[in-house]
């Protein structure tokens, strides 16, 4: 397997660990946002940090900050299963963002990506029918999260430490008003061990695969590639609090493994 997608398979299957963690954490919201692209935005500089970069990814960085803070109040406002179906549509939003990334679908990848969100929503069957502001919320997350992606593919990426490391930091900085707000939360062991869970896989490994991919993959593949976190999500959840996936879940997430595995093979033809 090329080692990009290799590498996105891996992180895909790295931002499934994400609910986990955040669901041992007791740290705020805001601080959680604000200290995983810090801290991971100074680790990928190597003690190297340069504000004029910061500064020129400040619109990537916005990004996806928004993405994360569209995503958690939409948990806060709608159910779970509503705003994971609903911020899951973020391969389609790619689809039709297309022209900016210049990278053009193939028939089997677009009808893949289409019926891994269908995966998705059938993992979370019955859909409850949660809040409108809610279900907006997680819409307007996946469509930041693929525009984010859809952009860093048109202009490509040279330098995927360097480039990661500011997004990072840019995010950081634009989540440092939430952070400012609603302050650390519960300070415990468990919660700093979930954050560098959060920072080290999640952070370091899921969203740099994509900065590392972008320009080389196209971004509905990405996409799509990401969906393997409610599947991962979902296993994790069986061993560590023993949630049995229902039948529709399982036949969910045999739809989605299967439209990742034909993304990856076409996109690699």
């Known amino acids: 397997m090329d080692k990009r997608y290799l590498l996105l398979v891996l992180g895909g299957i790295s931002f499934g660990t994400a609910s986990i963690f955040i669901k041992f954490s007791d740290l705020s919201p805001g601080a ?15 003690g190297r940090v340069k504000l004029k970069d910061v500064i020129s990814f400040l ?6 900050e928004v993405h994360m803070v569209l995503f958690v109040e939409s948990v806060y406002t709608t159910s779970i299963s509503d705003a994971t179906v609903l911020v899951s549509t973020s391969p389609i939003f790619a689809l039709f963002l297309s022209s900016i990334s210049k990278a053009r679908p193939k028939p089997l990848e677009a009808l893949s990506a289409i019926v891994a969100v269908a995966g998705v929503a059938l993992m979370n069957y019955p859909l409850n029918s949660g809040e409108a502001l809610g279900n907006a919320l997680a819409l307007a997350s996946a469509f930041a999260i693929a525009l984010y992606t859809s952009l860093l593919g ?15 930091l840019a995010s ?10 609603e302050g650390f939360g519960r300070l415990d062991a468990t919660s700093l061990l979930s954050l560098l869970g959060l920072i080290a896989l999640p952070t370091l490994l899921g969203h740099t695969s994509v900065v590392v991919a972008s320009g ?32 529709y879940q399982l036949v969910g997430e045999g739809i989605v493994l299967s439209s990742v595995g034909v993304v990856v093979v076409e996109g690699r033809k």
Do not use: C, N
């Open 32 to 46: 959680i946002t604000f200290l995983r692209f810090l801290i991971a935005g100074l680790v990928l500089s190597l």
């Open 59 to 64: 619109p990537y960085g916005l990004l996806l």
């Open 154 to 168: 048109r202009r490509g990426v040279e330098d995927p430490l360097r480039v990661t490391s500011s997004i990072y």
């Open 172 to 181: 950081s900085i634009f989540a440092l008003p939430l952070f400012a707000v």
């Open 216 to 247: 080389h993959v196209k971004p509905h593949v990405i996409e799509t590639i990401g969906l393997l976190e409610p599947v991962v999500a979902s296993v994790l959840a069986f061993f560590l609090f023993g949630q049995v996936p229902s039948t």
